[in-house]
């Protein structure tokens, strides 16, 4: 299955393998509302919700496809995800991929 | 008593007359320490020399065998640019690709000279675009955009007991964590001017003479360089941690109100002023955290300048000065 965007644009193919080209290479900071992430090779500076956070975290422990990120997310928010939270999870994975803070395997 | 200076401190800076600095502006040039940077200045032009030494006379300047980080040079480019239609043209130590101006309006080049070496060539502070003034140990930064008031806040404030660091370029120093005066001419802009003339009237009765003329039809409307107060000359080589950091927003028809804002929203405001922000690279990143971190925050919205001055040390006094004397 893919995701298309507004624009019948495949965003995100369920089945492809993405993951954090170097986790090592991110400074954080951040405070009560947000989280910041500096990436030291873009020296690109970007900003985060707590969702995601949570969502760049699962790909800071390992690479990972669409499916397997949709299982682990369940389990941490406890619930089915439906799929309106599944479309926002992979808009906001298409985000990374822009930023560059994710890339295939 | 004079400057002490942490660069030059073997070094004796000169107490010129106004005649001998002439003379010295007239010829090789004279270097003149402003914070932490050091600028050999020549100028051909007389209106500009007498512009120059009114604002900047009480600054320490030193006779030779001293190093430069730069020089500035203002001339005309030949004899009838310099005598029958003169053109003020800088030249500085890494460009001289500067339009010239008029004569009659070279202290604005001097001044875009001086900028453009700060802007183009500090790599070794984070620098922003920001008000910044200092007392008590509260150091407070306002970043913002053009028009905003920033300046006539900072030099309002510098007027009212507080150190200014500078109307326009915030100096970071990554190593120690602390704010760098670099305390240049304030450049006032359109109905700022008459502001600030009335606001140093009320302090000194000799008001015009921390002023030059008035130069209209700038890019930016009329501009006047005022001189930052001796104070903050005395004492441009002492520093101060940032600990506040305030978003001004000048509005003629609001009422003067403090508003909360997110540490996150102040941080990207840091980091949108910050002029090397990309060129210093994680340091800066590192850097603008930490103030935010140690930093109150706040927006302030203000009609007037008094309203500005009056929020400001509200602000301060109900959240950091309890604080300071126990650091």
Redesign the interface.
């Known amino acids: 299955m893919s995701y298309i965007n507004e624009n019948n644009e495949n965003i995100f193919d369920e089945k492809a393998v993405y993951g954090v080209p170097d986790a090592a290479n991110f400074l954080w900071s951040g405070w009560e509302d947000a989280r910041i992430v500096y990436d030291t090779r873009s020296g690109h500076t970007q900003v985060l919700n707590d969702f995601a956070r949570e969502l760049l975290a699962l790909y800071e422990d390992g690479p990972k496809s669409l499916i397997e990120l949709f299982d682990e997310f369940a389990k941490i928010v406890e619930t089915d995800l439906d799929e309106p939270l599944k479309v926002k999870i992979v808009e906001t994975l298409n985000e990374f991929d822009t930023m560059g803070l994710i890339e295939p395997v | 008593m004079p400057v002490t200076s942490p660069y030059y401190n073997n070094k004796t800076n000169q107490s010129y007359n106004d005649i001998e600095l002439n003379n010295r502006l007239s010829s090789d040039g004279v270097a003149i320490e402003i914070g932490p940077f050091c600028v050999n200045v020549s100028i051909k032009f007389q209106n500009v020399r007498d512009e120059f030494i009114k604002i900047y006379r009480d600054f320490p300047f030193y006779a030779d065998n001293v190093v430069w980080d730069n020089y500035l040079k203002l001339y005309g480019q030949n004899f009838y640019r310099q005598y029958i239609k003169p053109q003020a043209f800088v030249e500085l130590g890494m460009s001289n690709e500067f339009i010239p101006l008029p004569a009659s309006m070279g202290m604005v080049s001097l001044e875009m000279g001086l900028n453009w070496h700060v802007a183009y060539t500090c790599r070794q502070y984070v620098m922003f675009h920001a008000g910044v003034v200092a007392k008590d140990g509260v150091g407070l930064v306002m970043p913002a955009m053009s028009g905003s008031g920033k300046s006539t806040l900072a030099a309002g404030l510098s007027y009212r007991g507080w150190q200014l660091h500078s109307d326009e370029f915030g100096l970071f120093d990554v190593g120690t964590g602390e704010l760098v005066p670099y305390p240049r001419a304030v450049s006032l802009k359109n109905q700022s001017i008459p502001v600030m003339k009335k606001w140093v009237r009320e302090v000194d009765d000799n008001y015009m003479d921390y002023f030059s003329d008035e130069y209209q039809g700038t890019p930016k409307g009329t501009i006047c360089y005022m001189r930052p107060s001796a104070d903050s000359i005395k004492d441009m080589h002492k520093r101060t941690k940032p600990n506040v950091v305030i978003l001004p927003v000048y509005d003629a028809n609001a009422e003067p109100a403090i508003k909360p804002i ?3 929203m102040a ?2 405001r840091l ?1 949108m002023s910050s002029a090397n922000y ?1 060129d210093v ?2 340091d800066a ?2 850097s603008l ?1 930490k103030i ?2 140690d930093a109150h925050v706040c927006e302030i919205i203000y009609p007037t300048l008094e309203d500005a001055v009056d929020l400001v040390e509200k602000f301060v006094a109900d959240n950091v000065n309890q604080n300071v004397g126990d650091e």
Request: glycine content about 14%.
């Open positions: 997110s540490k996150t941080f990207f980091v990309g690279g994680k990143f590192l955290s935010i971190d």
